[in-house]
């Protein structure tokens, strides 16, 4: 029986009600980036400071607290705090910029996504707001003092949350209906002293007006003294409902010149308008005609040591006789019962409650992190009527190339502090976790990178705003298969539609990758950066200090895996259009050749394959044709295994122009056929197993990866092998000296960046495709294979426990232990032990190799977020079989079910 939440979804595709127009869409952050600096030398963090933000008019978009907007974010809504020790109310979220953190830039506040679904009928997120002064200086300060190798200074380091001395915001969201928001601010005293809070929900209208001169200014104005109408000549009449008595405030969307340059301001009224009012008592920094584009609901709330205050209030296109009351409380009681029903019926199995609690807020995080992205190049180069002339120096500066990109889209953001702008390779993989509760949502992800004002006319997708032309691996076709899947299995439906259009772009983009990360033409490629940051000896994306080039095994093991994904949506296509067969066997032969080129180049090059220590490596080409294997340990080492796909008897049965190409080539090419197993099944035919790594390369490369003075942490797969504590890789050029150390945390480096680091830490991505490859060996090479698991313990695995065992490694990262201690946490004793943050989550960008511990973005839901798509894994097997038959089990379903639904697809 489908869920109200799926009836909804299914309004909002058919046009029939438009569930999507209002949701989390509002940034965390819209200071500090590409698209708001107008500066000579693209100095992004500093053109537009956190300092700036309450005065300065943004361009492009807005940002706030726990905030909603519609889907063009013309109007949006927010709240602000002020504890009246602040110097400034609390607006926006706090943050260090890159050069003032000691690992780059960090958001330096507690919030949590609690609960979100697909249409937003119901949210729910968490602020804790300290009750005295925050620590902006102080947290700038220690931490610009603190090196690389220190750690960061945090705001709970400050003492600011001690006594629990501070407010828990949480802030919820129900629609009665697509225009009929429902909002309710609960308000709880942590502290054991009564305290003052001044609550101001904010209603603004993104500024359109002022660039060109185009544009109808909206406007905000008062109806009584707890109703503000808002009007706007596209998105039409709002009203905002505020319970109880409270005193309106008005003022403009504008910039403040005179604060900021000191030059007269445009406006009578100004941006920080209310700040001043509140903060400063200027009671001239508000319209007292209670008329603008910027309004506050102004409430003042004693509240005393552990009581709660809720505050209620609605936004709706109509008038209403009766905004609050007992509808208002049934309408939030009915949306928070349709979410449970909704994640129950995405996930039906049995999961403990810590498992579940988990996943919830892992699919709350995805949801929460869409945001209205707006970026249009052409404009943003030339400069806006009204504004002054942009430099020169854009002229030959960054995405001076994508002229055409035109963006002005809900999109899912990495981390909405920390990277709000759209990650091309990142977005691959948040639309698994996206497919399971709004396939919708996750195709348009995929599709609309692929679409003429995304996709450069040469094929190359877009990466992300700092540098649209880096190149990042290719795994959208991976991902758009990987949905096509799920919804499928999930809701029975096959799109076959997007598959097909995002696979005629997809090829516009695979020949970009040949003609231009193929220098040789030998099959090898370099592509550089490829979304490892500092994993090699040298930046990978600079010109080498050596000279010449290096053939990288990840992006060689990546073009590997793009042809079988593309490989496996063409024989999908072919199945009812035989023009595909042709385009299948394309692939078919260029993986071939990609796999040949892998494992044995020729008499004068170097084999990325080393026989002597079983495991892949770059190879560095000097100038002066010299050929260097770069023996560093690394998940450049372990990507090979991720290009395997098998192909099932049936599928060649019904594509025999298919089949015949593949036999000419397994009889006439014996010298490419080793990378074609074949599997004789009595009945069945014969199934086809397509793979770089050999049977017997897999085993080698397996002893390493599952050694756990390697690669196999407690914690997932690390990144780069510990053997590199110990024996650092050291490579000299001209009496500088290059090297990679082990470092399971931080980076000890800035040249990457510094806010990353992929030199021993888990990262989930890499970690997830591993365990998708070794569900695929195991579905070829079934339960006589198995490997020793860890290295040495004498215990031996088939490749399905193996990746059971990796699943439930990474897993173990978000729940308690026998200590009742959560790893992703680390030495934390606050999120450890108390009651008000233990169960609250916080999906980090990358792992500890050693203890777990969350580091980098704390908001990264995103591609951390696939643990959502491994909890649902582990609790079908576990509801599906116990554990003495699991293993048959686990054979006989995929065996079944072919290897097209994979769980974990």
Known sequence: MMTQEEKRLQEAIAHQAHWRRWGSYLSDRAWGTVREDYS???????????????????????????????????????????????????ERLFGLTGSEGNHGEDVKEYYFYLDNTPTHSYMKALYKYPQQAFPYAQLVEENKRRNRREPEFELLDTGVFDDRRYFDVFVEYAKNSAEDILIQIKIINRGTETKTLHLLPTLWFRNTWSWNGNTDKPVLQAISSNLIAASHPTLGKRWLYCQGETE???????????????????????????????????????????????????????????????????????LLAEPFGSEFDAIFVARQQEADKFYER?????????????????????????????????????????????????????????????????????????????????????????????????????DVLTREWYMHPNGQIPAYEWAFGDVNPPVHAWATWRIYKIEQKIYGRSDRQFLERVFQKLMLNFTWWVNRKDVEGNNVFQGGFLGLDNIGVFDRSATLPTGGHIDQSDGTSWMGMYC???????????????VYEDIATK??????????????????EISLWNEE?????????????????????????????????????????????????????????????????????????????????????????????????????????????????????????????????????????????????????????????????????????????????????????????????????????????????????????????????????????????????GIGASHQTGWTGLVAKLIQQLGEYEGQYNASDRQIGALSYLTEQSDENLIIK
């Not at 702008?421 to 919708?440: E, G, K, Q, R, S």
């Not at 079988?564 to 035989?578: D, F, G, S, V, W």
């Open 248 to 318: 309106l405030l008005f003022t403009e969307n504008e910039t403040n010149y005179e604060r900021l340059f000191n030059s007269p301001n445009t406006s009578a009224y100004v941006k920080d308008g209310i700040n001043d009012y509140i903060v400063q008592g200027k009671k001239e920094a508000i319209n007292p005609d209670r008329i603008g584009t910027k309004a506050a609901a102004h409430y003042v709330l004693n509240i005393d040591a552990g009581e709660t205050k809720t505050i209620q209030l609605r936004l709706c296109d109509s």
């Open 587 to 604: 692939f078919f032969e260029h993986f071939l050749y990609i796999a040949d080129a892998m494992n044995h180049i020729g008499e004068e």
């Open 613 to 853: 220590d079983g495991f892949y490596y770059d190879v560095l080409h000097l100038p002066n044709n010299e050929q260097i294997a770069m023996k560093v340990r690394s998940m450049v080492g372990l990507i090979p295994l991720f290009a395997v796909e098998t192909i099932e008897p049936e599928t060649l049965k019904l594509l025999p122009n298919f089949k015949k190409r593949l036999e000419w080539f397994i009889h006439h090419r014996p010298d490419l056929k080793q990378n074609v197993a074949c599997m004789e099944t009595k009945g069945m035919g014969a199934r086809r197993l397509l793979a770089i790594v050999s049977r017997d390369k897999l085993r080698r490369i397996l002893q390493k990866m599952l050694d756990e003075s390697e690669f196999f942490g407690d914690y997932g797969i690390r990144a780069v092998s510990r053997y590199h504590a110990d024996c650092p890789y050291v490579f000299d050029v001209n009496g500088c000296q290059f090297r990679v150390d082990y470092e399971p945390a931080e980076s000890s480096s800035g040249l990457f960046g510094g806010n990353s680091n992929w030199r021993g830490p888990v990262w989930f991505p890499v970690n997830y495709l591993l365990i998708e490859s070794l569900q695929k060996f195991h579905y070829y090479l079934g339960d006589d294979f198995k490997v020793e698991c860890s290295t040495g313990s004498g215990n031996y695995m088939t490749l399905w426990e193996v990746a059971s065992e990796i699943s439930q490694r990474l897993t173990r990262i978000f729940l308690r232990n026998s200590d009742r201690q959560r790893p992703v946490y680390g030495a934390t004793q606050k999120f450890q032990t108390d009651q008000y943050w233990q169960d609250l989550i916080l999906f980090y960008e990358y792992f500890h190799g050693d203890n777990g511990a």
């Open 346 to 446: 995405i996930t039906p199995f049995p999961l403990s409650e810590d498992m579940r609690n988990v996943q919830r807020q892992a699919f709350a995080g995805m949801l929460w992190s869409k945001q209205f992205y707006h970026y249009i190049v052409e404009d943003w180069l030339k400069g806006d009527r009204n504004a002054p002339t942009p430099p020169s120096e854009r002229k030959k500066g960054r995405n001076r190339e994508w002229f055409h990109l035109h963006n002005e889209d809900i999109l899912s953001m990495p981390d909405k502090w920390e990277y709000p702008w759209f990650a091309a390779w990142d977005l691959a993989f948040h639309a698994i976790p996206l497919a399971m509760v709004d396939p919708d949502f996750a195709k348009y992800q995929l």
């Open 40 to 90: 000579p030398n693209g100095t992004a963090w500093d053109y537009f400071s956190h300092d700036q933000a309450r005065s300065r008019t943004y361009r492009w978009g807005e940002d706030g607290i726990l905030g909603i907007s519609d889907n063009h974010q013309r109007l949006c809504f927010a709240i602000a705090l002020w504890n009246g020790e602040d110097p400034i109310l609390k």
């Open 564 to 578: 079988l994904n593309m490989l496996a949506i063409a024989l999908e296509l072919a199945k009812t259009n035989p």
